[in-house]
């Protein structure tokens, strides 16, 4: 097994095509990243130019897990948040295309987020995850504190409503806690 490389992504169209190749897969697999199926072509490639130009903007991080030309998964870090809120980063669109998953890709995903957060300046990450799969294991692998869960909250990507788990860590030098 070769090892996997993270890069982050930019506006090229090969990039984007392997990114909604991967969305397309994972939500066909019925994983839950806010999509339902089938997804078209042209909604992966809008939803990722939508992305890589936020990127550009510098209101978000799209990260590639890379096996030699192949690209393996992806992750987001969302940067722009409320003016009260500068503290604080998400974690979205994490996907593994499942012929590579139990490789390490993800887990390595996370770490390069998080280190990229920290050097944003971010001292808190928050996500959410849907509750019929099995990303909740991921998150909480790599240290991410379980809060609670909203009931029905989507739809599956095949139908049905999924409950959402929603998490968060505290990462980087931290800021003090308001007494009041």
Do not use: C
């Amino acid at each position: 097994m070769s090892e996997i490389r993270i890069t982050p992504l930019g506006p090229s169209l090969t990039v984007r095509a392997q990114l909604s190749d991967i969305l397309i897969e994972t939500v066909a697999n019925g994983d839950s990243i806010g999509f339902m199926h089938p997804v078209t072509p042209e909604a992966a490639n809008d939803f990722w130019d939508g992305a890589l130009a936020a990127a550009e903007r510098g209101e978000r991080i799209v990260l590639g897990a890379w096996d030699g030309d192949e690209l393996l998964g992806t992750v987001s870090v969302l940067l722009a948040m409320p003016v009260n809120q500068p503290h604080r980063g998400e974690i979205a669109k994490m996907m593994t295309r499942p012929s590579a998953r139990r490789r390490g890709a993800a887990t390595t995903l996370m770490q390069r987020a998080e280190e990229l957060a920290v050097e944003h300046g971010k001292t808190l990450l928050v996500l959410d995850t849907a509750s019929h799969g099995t990303a909740s294991r991921l998150y909480e692998r790599v240290g991410f504190t379980f809060v609670g869960e909203f009931p029905d909250y989507a739809l599956k990507p095949h139908g049905g409503l999924t409950a959402t788990r929603l998490y968060y860590k505290r990462i980087g030098p931290g800021l003090e806690a308001d007494p009041s």
